[in-house]
DNA sequence: GTCTATACCGAGATAGAC
DNA sequence: GTCTATCTCGGTATAGAC
């Protein structure tokens, strides 16, 4: 089925929004990209304004942000590490996916704040929490660290930095594909980070000897 | 010393564009918030267009940004965790310096492809080459890494989306401070991620074992 | 629902007095 | 070097015909 007219203009006005912010966007081109006669006011027949529109597409958004993350599936967790390198792989497809509210975010987060936090809640709130449930609970045995808030926030940081970086300049950061990004990052996490493992041959074990220099080993 | 007008010009022009974008900065406001009466030509004694003023204002930035990096102490290595911790905490400040250019970077990337690339270039030619250097010089005995490249995209897009999720939200993300955060990077940078060190009682390596089962170990 | 035509305003930029 | 005054253009939004 064809999209509607209203259907086009909210398409036309995320588009231009994200290329040119929403100050650099006028009524004119929004009309032109959705097939209207430029110049003709044929735009409000169908929002009250500008910033009418504008909201409109960014709920659109939120709508199906929600819906993608629904769609996540949750794999067998095998080898703990190549588990968390797909799901790294699965929160960067995630994240392209919701490009546009990514966008919108990084530009015009100074000009409305409401926006500004309604947004971040629904990614934060919803993405990072639910993430930190995943990690704690199919990954405790295998990532044992002291601080685990920090340990997300470092996750999600190098997540969002290097889809931003790759948004910027248009290739990743020194042209590290996301398979060697992800591969990294869960190789980093899913290693011991206060002192090595215990020895597979004798059973020593460095972090209990160094916190208990006495013990009955 | 007073600043000169253009010097007040220039301060004006750079933190409108940050707040409202280059299409939503008016010559007329540039005027009245360096001090210059609003709506006169005043402006135009000292730049020759808008665009101008702004390349000019990135310009500068530009080279503080170079003055900024050029005082980076590099301090005794004696603790490498800590050490390297201590140098993330430094890199976060010196991107807390060039606010300016992250944020033009972030909101006009599109519009302004020519600034786009010269920024990222100095930026990250310019840091993250000179930083490459210093991890693989300082801490090669420590930080053995089997893909040093993509070693440091996690570091340093861990670094940018921090930085940038403290921008757009005002806050760090779950509000982790910059110590924990740098101390939790520092940490999982600093352990062995292709399997445990050579154990400290009986010298077994596991690693050297699995590379090679039928070794003379 | 879409068009033509237009009112209105604000922004970029220039001319010339002081 | 800064001002007043002004030109021109483009953008938002409305009125009313079809």
Known sequence: MAPSTRARILDAALELVQQVGFTGTTVT???EKAGLSPG???FYRHFRS????????????????????REFERGAVDDPRAALSRRLLQQLDYM???????????????QFPDLTSRIGGILLDQGIVEEAGHLTR?????????????LLTVVVSALTGYHLARQFFGHPPAEVTPERFAATLAALVTSPTTGPAPCARCGHDEQAAAADPHGAE
């Not at 392209?96 to 100074?110: Q, V, W």
């Not at 199919?138 to 920090?150: G, M, S």
Request: glycine share 6%; proline share 6%; aromatic share 4%.
């Open 29 to 31: 081109a929004i009309e």
């Open 40 to 42: 003709s006011g044929g």
């Open 50 to 69: 500008k910033e009418d529109v504008f909201r409109a597409a960014i709920e659109r958004e939120l709508e199906r942000a929600q819906r993608y993350r």
């Open 96 to 110: 392209a996916r919701i490009r546009p509210l990514i966008n919108l975010l990084a530009r015009e987060h100074g």
């Open 138 to 150: 199919d990954l405790r045995p295998h990532v044992d660290h002291d601080d685990p808030h920090a």
